[in-house]
């Protein structure tokens, strides 16, 4: 038994314009959808080269600007990645065609970021990347092991000249990269040695 198609059910796409993915091909757009992150998702069918016309529903188009929100946002794991206006399987597989994985991204991320991490310390470093410090002071636990520094790192003429200075345990703590509380153990130390 054959069944007749309903034209009813036949969705017609209006052409909204043209675009280019972030390989350079271009795309007809059908569909925008805005998004809180100031940009649209587009989505559409490939131009046809030759002169045909290429059908099927609009698929999603792997614009410049959805690229590298998630470059952005490759390691956090609050629900940014899928929060997008578009199904959560159209996103997983679009990330999976661009080369996306949210494991591979976090080592990467945190292989590529070991000596800022060691050097700037877990706050200021969860600040700069907009990360939670509980995440930055695990991943330095992992990343670097469980000391960061070597033994007696304090003991430099530097250091030692900070933590002997009349600033604030506070400002010594910023410019050692340390908490406060470890900065006015090190204080005291420092003034017993002396």
């Known amino acids: ?109 945190w292989k590529e970021h070991a000596t800022e991490l060691q050097q700037v310390g877990p706050r200021k470093f969860s600040t700069k990347h907009d990360i939670t410090p509980e995440v930055a002071f695990e991943a330095r636990f992992r990343v670097l092991g469980r000391t960061a520094r070597q033994p007696s790192w304090w003991r430099t003429p530097e250091n030692i000249e900070i933590l002997q200075s009349h600033i604030t345990y506070r400002e010594k703590s910023e410019k050692l990269g340390i908490s406060i509380s470890h900065s006015k153990r090190l204080t005291d130390r420092v003034r017993k040695v002396a």
């Open 1 to 109: 038994m054959r069944f007749k198609q309903n034209k009813t059910f036949q969705k017609k796409f209006m052409l909204l314009g043209h675009t280019v993915d972030v390989h350079g091909k271009p795309w007809d757009i059908f569909d925008s959808r805005e998004t809180k992150h100031g940009f649209d998702l587009l989505f559409g069918r490939p131009e046809s080269t030759d002169g045909r016309k290429i059908g099927g529903l609009p698929r999603l188009i792997a614009t410049s600007e959805l690229v590298d929100y998630w470059r952005r946002i490759r390691i956090r794991h609050d629900g940014s990645i899928s929060g997008l206006p578009a199904g959560r399987t159209t996103l997983k597989r679009m990330r999976r065609r661009l080369g996306f994985d949210y494991f591979d991204d976090i080592d990467a991320f």
